[in-house]
């Protein structure tokens, strides 16, 4: 057995305490494991369905017309989702890119946009119009009204309220965000979002629901759109990428619709018929493949890091033995020294840049610095074990990823360990 005091300088104490709290874990990491097998056999279905084979991988170049690989991925998300049709393309930069090429493909001049469940992610906020100026291209210069309901104390959507706003104003999408982001309330599930849709649904049927689906693929055995979701939009190089699709995002749900955002990705009467892969297609696909895997690895890795620094006396959320419904666990640090003390300690246990030490940083696209911990072979990919947080109170580190469970358990050995020799 590796001496981890000296490789990595652990320390026997930090040892004892994360057997025993893997100890403790085990009924979590069972229930764990049967999401990943449930949705590993529905990937295998779809593939299988679908008639994947070698000739898939072949890439295209130029125009790109009559990409099969491409096409047929499209039709192995729409089933793998349980929805009508599906657009996954490395031309989609990151989730933001997505949902904003959603937003624009969908909403016209004069649409109401309402977001159900409070302030969006911070980097929608330029998209949407209500951060930026005028004259950006945001919604707002389209024309499009942005409105937002508060979460109520608990952080559950204040349904009252979106009835209310559904009642006495024409809204043309909802938007529910499933993750947390960097606010501090819980994930919701998809059966959970599926209820807040079908009252959506049941006081303005032509209201359409889109959710931002970004860490939670994979989470639960179904996605929002087998309940009900009009729309949802997430990245590849988070959960369905499986840490192998190199960039790229995706759009599933109505076929109208995700025509609509085709058109809106390329150019109107071009729409999903053009877009060479460049050999996107093979990685693309084993990424989705392994996907279902490597997301149980990173939700197994949230757990432990609950466990863990519970034991240390942070207030971890959601607990270990939560229901969990994205891969993000966020701990409450309570200081500026101790998030970036943790942050560093991820990063010290990443295979890339370990030696690397996070600071605080003006990150495009958010209001507050941020330190970000992010040793990944794809930059910026949300499922490799990574960690950031706003500098703001109450200094939240939140934590998503792990590629394999075992890399992720010594990066959060390393942050236990930061921890605990800052306090002496």
């Known amino acids: 057995m590796m001496d981890l005091t000296k490789a990595f300088g652990i320390s026997a104490e930090v040892v004892r305490l994360f057997e025993e709290c893997e100890n403790t874990v085990l009924p979590a990491f069972k229930r764990i494991e049967g999401i990943a097998e449930n949705n590993q056999w529905k990937v295998m279905k779809a593939f299988s369905d679908n008639r994947v084979s070698e000739a898939h991988f072949v890439p295209t170049y130029g125009y790109g017309y009559d990409d099969l690989g491409r096409d047929t991925l499209d039709r192995v998300y729409a089933d793998v989702f349980e929805c009508e049709d599906a657009l996954v393309r490395h031309q989609l930069i990151s989730g933001t890119h997505t949902l904003s090429t959603a937003f624009f493909g969908i909403l016209r001049p004069g649409d109401i946009l309402l977001s159900a469940t409070g302030r969006p992610y911070d980097t929608l906020e330029e998209v949407i119009g209500s951060g930026g100026e005028i004259g950006d291209g945001s919604l707002r210069d389209f024309g499009i009204k942005y409105m937002e309901i508060n979460l109520l104390p608990d952080g559950e959507p204040d349904m009252a309220s979106i009835m209310k706003a559904l009642d006495e104003n024409k809204i043309r999408m909802v938007l529910i965000q499933r993750s947390k982001g960097y606010g501090d309330r819980p994930t919701y599930s998809a059966e959970k979002i599926g209820t807040i849709i079908s009252a ?183 499922i490799e074990l990574s960690a950031d947080g706003p500098i703001r109170e109450p200094y939240i580190g939140y934590l998503q990823g792990g590629l394999t469970y075992e890399s992720a358990k010594l990066g959060l050995m390393v942050a236990a360990q930061n921890l605990i020799n800052l306090n002496k």
Not at 228 to 246: E, F, R, Y
Not at 295 to 300: C, Q
Not at 302 to 323: I, Q, S
């Open 200 to 382: 959506v649904k049941t006081k303005s049927p032509q209201t359409l629901c889109m959710v931002d689906n970004c860490y939670g693929e994979f989470v639960d055995e179904h996605e929002p759109t087998a309940f009900g979701a009009d729309i949802i939009c997430g990245s590849l190089i988070k959960n369905p990428g499986g840490g192998i699709a190199p960039t790229g995002g995706y759009i599933a749900g109505k076929s109208e619709l995700v025509e609509k955002c085709a058109c809106r990705l390329t150019s109107v009467g071009i729409g999903r018929e053009a877009g060479a892969s460049l050999g996107f297609n093979k990685l693309a696909y084993q990424g989705l493949f392994f996907a279902p895997h490597v997301v149980s690895n990173a939700v197994k890795s949230a757990v432990l890091a609950a466990c863990v620094f519970e034991k240390l006396g942070f207030e971890a959320e959601p607990a270990w033995n939560e229901e969990r419904h994205d891969i993000i666990e966020a701990i409450r640090l309570g200081s500026a020294d101790k998030l970036v003390a943790f942050c560093a300690g991820i990063q010290k246990g990443a295979p890339v840049d370990s030696f690397v030490e996070p600071k605080p940083w003006a990150m495009p696209g958010y209001s507050d610095e941020v330190v970000m911990a992010a040793g990944a072979f794809n930059q910026g990919a949300s």
